[in-house]
């Protein structure tokens, strides 16, 4: 990570305590931490400091922090990831409807929200993309649209191997079931959850070992994503 | 009639028969003497038909019987008094034969038609009177609560309707004994659900019509009437269940925000606590953030606690005689900073009250928390007061006050109001649930008063009993 300027990131939760937390947290993985405790705060500091990311509670005194991320998409691109303490699907989706990349729940381990952060962090910085992604003896020559497993050739089909790639393009990134099917199938598809499903229990058949995936994480409810 | 029912024609109780028969005489008296003065208009052979209202008459409220012997009185009377030879039962003329002779056929025939017609009407009054005894009995069965308790008002109608001395239905198959008959109520699909008990001595008729018209509709009508509790008691445990289920669904939900809160300030305090660059500001800060996390998570799971409790039905109080002063002087010191803005006064002469102190203090304690969150950082005024047999504790806020649409709300667990202005939403929502809990479990009541914009007055109410010692004074 270029150190010139330590990347800022918006932290907004009305618990001071977990404001203060997260600001030692985040300074010690080299960002520098923007405290807001209220919507309204969170939105004005964003305006005018101009935050490379955002941590968003979704429980907020005055409103709502899905409706955060909506006026923040409005004008901004950077990556958000809502801390729900409220474990339902609802409401995790409504926030990545509304415009943010990922979602992580009460309480967390520090060290997940730092790794989630830096995987959002890399879309937005368009960081070169590798023709050959290697992970844990899996490798992906996007080129050549080959695929090999501990050395040897898996065959994927031309929509497992899209959806493979679309997913290992976004390590570490949770991918929505409807991000998923718009983007390897097509506009119309958003809905078919159960097409997506059936792709990716093929995929794992092909290349996660048999004791459990490795590779495609699931998010119940959500999405999947590639593990980091 | 003396008994005040009215005599019907074609129907009903047929009359008695010794006013048939004297009014038979009568009529056929009558009729006779009405042919004299019109024999001079017509002749007396065609004159018969004058006998037929009284035979029509007869017959339709006595009988057939009593209407062909008043054919044939009429018929003696026409050839005594008006055939010739006059004053004599014997005939001269062959014509007057033939007249009699269709008199008395025409005489036959309206008593019988007569008679058809009020036996015809009569089994239609008594279908009429079983349709009305079945709705009678149904309205008795199935308006009531429980079927068990009203099986004695549904006998007696029956006795009633029936002119029974007697007559009962108890629940399930009963054996007959010598002095009472046991007569199975059988629902549609043909099991017994009661039995209906009646004298044995009953004429063989009404056992007949009992058998024939009231068993039948009476065991269909019980049947309904216990399949209707069935259902009722079913209806009552699905709403009871599905109450427990919405507090459990709230549980969760509490659980999950308001435990996972401070837990999360406590795990990322305690990681932050751990890295190498911390100030020592900084760790004075995460250390407090983690004790005072830590307090708001054992306030926390005391309120849960003592919630379970109470919805568990384990608070039984454990009465002395208590202090109301006394308590709100712990439970205000319980607040700990906010104490200083809680105004307690107290009329002289309270007595004291029979109830479980530390249950009053918890009720108490939540009440005045409630106030101070929501009275906007103004005082909240407490007074103690006594009104006849009641003691009453008012707590006064200036804070927004409650809607009225909240306010059937606001006691119920996990309910929490729309928090004053600006100020950060801290309750757990569950302290009012656990004031009234504890209040109604030490024979109190709980009710609030509340203007929005000025502010809410939560009433407590406690029996005094007669025996109470007062306090002097303090």
Same mark, same amino acid.
């Given at each position: 990570?270029?150190?010139?300027?330590?990347?800022?990131?918006?932290?907004?939760?009305?618990?001071?305590?977990?404001?203060?937390?997260?600001?030692?947290?985040?300074?010690?993985? +080299?960002?520098?931490?923007?405290?807001?405790?209220?919507?309204?705060?969170?939105?004005?500091?964003?305006?005018?400091? !101009?935050?490379?990311?955002?941590?968003?509670?979704?429980?907020?005194?005055?409103?709502? &922090?899905?409706?955060?991320?909506?006026?923040?998409?409005?004008?901004?691109?950077?990556?958000?990831?809502?801390?729900?303490?409220?474990?339902?699907?609802?409401?995790?989706?409504?926030?990545?409807?509304? &415009?943010?990349?990922?979602?992580?729940?009460?309480?967390?381990?520090?060290?997940?929200?730092?790794? /989630?952060? #830096?995987?959002?962090?890399?879309?937005?910085? !368009?960081?070169?993309?590798?023709?050959?992604?290697?992970?844990?003896?899996?490798?992906?020559?996007?080129?050549?649209?080959?695929?090999?497993?501990? +050395? #040897?050739?898996? !065959?994927?089909?031309?929509?497992?191997?899209?959806?493979? /790639?679309?997913?290992?393009? #976004?390590?570490?990134?949770?991918?929505? !079931?409807?991000?998923?099917?718009?983007?390897?199938?097509?506009?119309?598809?958003?809905?078919?959850?159960?097409?997506?499903?059936?792709?990716?229990?093929?995929?794992? /058949?092909?290349?996660?070992?048999?004791? &459990?995936?490795?590779?495609?994480?699931?998010?119940? &409810?959500?999405?999947?994503?590639?593990?980091? | 009639?003396?008994?005040?029912?009215?005599?019907?024609?074609?129907?009903?109780?047929?009359?008695?028969?010794?006013?048939?028969?004297?009014?038979?005489?009568?009529?056929?008296?009558?009729?006779?003497?009405?042919?004299?003065?019109?024999?001079?208009?017509?002749?007396?052979?065609?004159?018969?038909?004058?006998?037929?209202?009284?035979?029509?008459?007869?017959?339709?409220?006595?009988?057939?019987?009593?209407?062909?012997?008043?054919?044939?009185?009429?018929?003696?009377?026409?050839?005594?008094?008006?055939?010739?030879?006059?004053?004599?039962?014997?005939?001269?003329?062959?014509?007057?034969?033939?007249?009699?002779? %269709?008199?008395?056929? *025409?005489?036959?025939?309206?008593?019988?038609?007569?008679?058809?017609?009020?036996? $015809?009407?009569?089994? %239609?009054?008594?279908? $009429?009177?079983?349709?009305?005894?079945?709705?009678?009995?149904? $309205?008795?069965?199935?308006?009531?609560?429980?079927?068990?308790?009203?099986?004695?008002?549904?006998?007696?109608?029956?006795?009633?309707?029936?002119?029974?001395?007697?007559?009962?239905?108890?629940?399930?198959?009963?054996?007959?004994?010598?002095?009472?008959?046991?007569?199975?109520?059988?629902?549609?699909?043909?099991?017994? *659900?009661?039995?209906?008990?009646?004298?044995?001595? =009953?004429?063989?008729?009404?056992?007949? $019509?009992?058998?024939?018209?009231? *068993?039948?509709?009476?065991?269909?009508?019980?049947?309904?009437?216990?399949?209707?509790?069935?259902?009722?008691?079913?209806?009552?445990?699905?709403?009871?269940?599905?109450?427990?289920?919405?507090?459990?669904?709230?549980?969760?939900?509490?659980?999950?925000?308001?435990?996972?809160?401070?837990?999360?300030?406590?795990?990322?305090?305690?990681?932050?606590?751990?890295?190498?660059?911390?100030?020592?500001?900084?760790?004075?800060?995460?250390?407090?953030?983690?004790?005072?996390?830590?307090?708001?998570?054992?306030?926390?799971?005391?309120?849960?606690?003592?919630?379970?409790?109470?919805?568990?039905?384990?608070?039984?109080?454990?009465?002395?005689?208590?202090?109301?002063?006394?308590?709100?002087?712990?439970?205000?010191?319980?607040?700990?900073?906010?104490?200083?803005? *809680?105004?307690?006064?107290?009329?002289?002469?309270?007595?004291?009250?029979?109830?479980?102190?530390?249950?009053?203090?918890?009720?108490?304690?939540?009440?005045?928390?409630?106030?101070?969150?929501?009275?906007?950082?103004?005082?909240?005024?407490?007074?103690?007061?006594?009104?006849?047999?009641?003691? =009453?504790?008012?707590?006064?806020?200036?804070?927004?006050? @409650?809607?009225?649409?909240?306010?059937?709300?606001?006691?119920?667990?996990?309910?929490?109001?729309?928090?004053?202005?600006?100020?950060?939403?801290?309750?757990?929502?569950?302290?009012?649930?656990?004031?009234?809990?504890? @209040?109604?479990?030490?024979?109190?009541?709980?009710?609030?008063?509340?203007?929005?914009?000025?502010?809410?007055?939560?009433?407590?109410?406690?029996?005094?009993?007669?025996?109470?010692?007062?306090?002097?004074?303090?």
């Amino acid at each position: 990570m270029n150190t010139t300027a330590r990347p800022k990131v918006l932290v907004c939760d009305d618990e001071v305590q977990i404001l203060r937390a997260l600001r030692v947290i985040l300074r010690d993985a +080299g960002f520098e931490s923007l405290p807001a405790s209220t919507a309204e705060e969170a939105l004005d500091v964003a305006a005018v400091q !101009h935050p490379d990311a955002g941590i968003i509670d979704l429980v907020l005194p005055d409103g709502d &922090g899905v409706e955060v991320c909506r006026r923040l998409r409005e004008w901004s691109d950077m990556p958000l990831i809502v801390l729900s303490a409220v474990g339902d699907e609802d409401a995790k989706v409504r926030a990545l409807a509304a &415009g943010a990349d990922d979602y992580i729940t009460k309480p967390f381990g520090p060290r997940e929200l730092v790794a /989630r952060l #830096n995987a959002n962090l890399r879309r937005v910085r !368009h960081e070169p993309e590798a023709t050959v992604i290697s992970s844990d003896g899996l490798e992906l020559d996007l080129a050549r649209r080959i695929v090999k497993l501990n +050395g #040897n050739e898996v !065959h994927l089909t031309p929509t497992e191997f899209d959806l493979l /790639r679309r997913l290992a393009t #976004n390590r570490g990134r949770l991918l929505t !079931h409807r991000d998923l099917l718009e983007s390897v199938w097509g506009q119309g598809y958003a809905e078919d959850t159960q097409v997506l499903r059936a792709h990716i229990a093929n995929l794992r /058949r092909k290349i996660e070992p048999p004791d &459990g995936p490795r590779f495609i994480r699931t998010d119940p &409810g959500v999405g999947y994503r590639f593990a980091d | 009639m003396s008994n005040g029912s009215k005599l019907r024609a074609f129907g009903g109780e047929r009359p008695p028969m010794w006013l048939g028969i004297a009014l038979a005489a009568l009529a056929v008296a009558v009729a006779t003497a009405v042919i004299y003065p019109l024999k001079s208009v017509a002749p007396a052979v065609s004159l018969s038909v004058v006998y037929l209202p009284a035979v029509l008459l007869v017959s339709a409220y006595w009988g057939l019987g009593l209407g062909l012997a008043t054919s044939l009185a009429s018929a003696a009377a026409f050839n005594f008094f008006h055939i010739p030879p006059v004053g004599r039962f014997t005939i001269s003329d062959a014509r007057n034969w033939v007249a009699l002779a %269709a008199f008395v056929a *025409v005489a036959v025939v309206v008593s019988t038609v007569a008679d058809l017609a009020r036996s $015809r009407t009569a089994e %239609a009054e008594r279908r $009429r009177e079983e349709a009305d005894l079945a709705a009678g009995l149904a $309205r008795e069965l199935l308006a009531g609560a429980q079927t068990g308790e009203v099986l004695g008002s549904t006998a007696r109608r029956l006795a009633e309707a029936m002119t029974l001395p007697s007559a009962a239905i108890e629940l399930g198959a009963v054996p007959p004994e010598p002095r009472r008959l046991a007569m199975g109520l059988r629902g549609p699909d043909g099991a017994q *659900v009661a039995t209906l008990l009646v004298p044995s001595h =009953l004429p063989a008729e009404t056992i007949e $019509r009992l058998q024939d018209h009231v *068993v039948g509709p009476l065991g269909a009508l019980v049947a309904i009437a216990l399949h209707r509790d069935a259902v009722q008691a079913e209806a009552v445990e699905t709403a009871a269940l599905r109450r427990s289920d919405d507090v459990k669904t709230a549980l969760l939900r509490a659980v999950s925000h308001d435990l996972r809160t401070p837990l999360t300030a406590i795990l990322a305090a305690g990681h932050a606590l751990g890295t190498d660059s911390l100030s020592a500001d900084e760790r004075t800060e995460l250390s407090s953030g983690v004790v005072d996390a830590a307090g708001r998570l054992a306030t926390l799971v005391d309120k849960l606690l003592d919630l379970s409790k109470l919805q568990a039905g384990s608070a039984v109080p454990r009465p002395d005689w208590v202090s109301l002063e006394e308590v709100l002087l712990v439970a205000r010191e319980s607040l700990g900073a906010g104490a200083s803005d *809680v105004k307690l006064t107290v009329d002289p002469g309270i007595p004291d009250v029979r109830a479980d102190a530390a249950q009053l203090e918890r009720a108490f304690a939540n009440l005045l928390e409630n106030a101070r969150r929501y009275s906007a950082g103004q005082q909240v005024a407490v007074q103690i007061r006594r009104s006849d047999a009641r003691v =009453l504790v008012r707590v006064v806020d200036r804070g927004p006050g @409650i809607d009225p649409s909240e306010r059937e709300r606001i006691f119920e667990p996990f309910y929490r109001g729309h928090e004053a202005a600006g100020e950060p939403w801290t309750g757990s929502g569950l302290g009012l649930a656990i004031a009234k809990g504890f @209040i109604e479990a030490n024979g109190g009541t709980i009710s609030v008063e509340s203007l929005p914009g000025q502010g809410t007055s939560f009433v407590v109410s406690l029996p005094v009993h007669e025996t109470a010692p007062v306090q002097a004074g303090v």
